[in-house]
């Protein structure tokens, strides 16, 4: 069965644009999973713009659900991850600059420093997966340093498909990235820039069991309620 995971990081900026409590990102987290999601996704980031320290201390300790934590490679950040014990970490790239993230891992250049930081979680059984992009070699670098999954950047294929632009190389591209992993044992995820259209064309692809959705996700759910956008994207990826 595809799984549906829930990112609720906007939902602590809109509580960050007044600097008081409300939305609880802790309130969002229940009651998300309440709804039907069956992980939740934060992003610990190292400007703290959207979560906090707190807020992953507090949906980490949620019992029964399952959280997984976005981190950088950045030292200090690994260490708060390797407190907190979340039930799977994803790790990501990190720009101060960027809006969001902008792209893949680079493996090639940073092999050795991400090997050492799955091991340290692969000691506290932590499921360490991998935010990259859909590419064969990064697929084969994956498989080398022992990562459990990989989540394939959709972003591309998210904005080509939003405006209208031929996207079906870069859904090949998808496609052979994801058959790869799952060939090599390596579960496969999907997420970033994901809304109903481009869900639907991923669900085709067989081996990819999770899929992260965000910031679409939150934005529909101001006019629609989270309940109903939540269900929308279920019968989506459990057809």
């Known amino acids: ?41 934060i992003h610990l980031r190292e400007d ?3 979560i906090n320290d707190l807020d992953a201390k507090k949906i980490c300790s949620i ?16 260490e708060i991850a390797l407190k907190l014990k979340p ?8 720009n101060r600059k960027e809006i969001t993230t902008e792209g893949g891992l680079d493996l090639k250049k940073n092999k050795d420093k991400i090997k050492k930081i799955i091991s340290k979680f692969a000691k506290k059984r932590i499921r ?5 992009n859909p590419s064969l070699n990064d697929i084969r670098i994956a498989n080398e ?8 950047h ?9 405006s209208g632009r031929n996207f079906s190389k870069e859904l090949v591209r998808v496609k052979k990235s994801s058959k790869l992993a799952n060939n090599l044992g390596i579960e496969v995820h999907a997420g970033h820039g994901l809304d109903y259209k481009t869900t639907k064309l991923l669900t085709k692809i067989n081996e990819i069991q999770e899929f992260n959705i ?11 309620g989270l309940n109903k956008i939540i269900n929308n994207f279920k019968k989506i990826i459990k057809v």
């Open 63 to 78: 019992k029964n659900l399952l959280v997984n934590l976005e981190i950088s490679t950045n030292s200090k950040i690994v």
């Open 128 to 132: 360490t997966s991998l935010f990259i």
């Open 145 to 152: 340093i022992k990562t459990d999954c990989i989540e394939i």
């Open 154 to 162: 959709t972003g591309h294929l998210a904005n080509l498909v939003k």
């Open 1 to 41: 069965m595809k799984r549906l995971g829930v990112n609720i990081d906007h939902v602590a900026t809109l509580r960050n644009a007044r600097g008081e409590l409300h939305p609880n990102p802790l309130y969002a987290a229940k009651f998300v999973k309440k709804a039907g999601a069956d992980s939740i996704t």
């Open 214 to 224: 965000g910031h679409f996700l939150i934005g529909e759910s101001v006019f629609y």
């Open 48 to 50: 703290r713009r959207h």
């Open 87 to 94: 039930d799977f970490i994803c790790i990501v790239p990190e």
